[in-house]
């Protein structure tokens, strides 16, 4: 049994600005570079780390399929985390407003081919949520001592469908 169904909505920096950025190359580049053979879309994110480290990581993760059980939610209150996928494939992503420390009712959001998005620091979020192979993304986030993952399973859980 589900608590209730979360319909996809598409992924627009608007409707995701309280989570997080969209990372993408929306609208015309800040600079060009490389003799004009180059855009660049400068500074598209606020990396933010309490203490420790910026760390580049590589993930690969399984594919999941629409409709969606939502049943786990996570926070990281020590750093934000950027999310960048290695394809052109779209990628689930569901978050949750912060309710006095536990998360409030879950959005999903549907990326574009090409969109990555950096979650704040302490921003309720599902795992990571690929649709298609190969699931691979690169990810930067906090690299430092001390506890920065908190869980919160969602009894019942959410569906989430497009």
Known sequence: MFRSDIRCQ????????????????????????????????HDRASMEFTDGRAGLSLFKATPRTLPYTLNLLERHPKGSQAF????????????????????GQPLAFLTAPGQ???????????????????GLFAV????????????????????VVS
């Open 84 to 103: 960048i996928p290695m394809s052109e494939h779209p990628f689930l992503v569901t978050v949750a407003p912060d309710e006095d420390g536990t998360p």
């Open 140 to 159: 930067v986030d906090r690299i430092g001592p001390g506890a920065n993952l908190q869980e919160f399973s969602l009894d019942p859980p959410y569906r």
């Open 10 to 41: 598409p992924l627009t920096a608007e409707a995701f600005g309280p989570f997080g950025d969209v990372l993408d190359c929306a609208g015309a580049p800040d600079k060009m570079i490389n003799q004009g053979m180059c855009g660049r879309f």
């Open 116 to 134: 990555g998005i950096n979650l704040h620091r302490g921003t309720w979020h599902g795992v990571l949520t690929p649709l298609h192979l190969p």
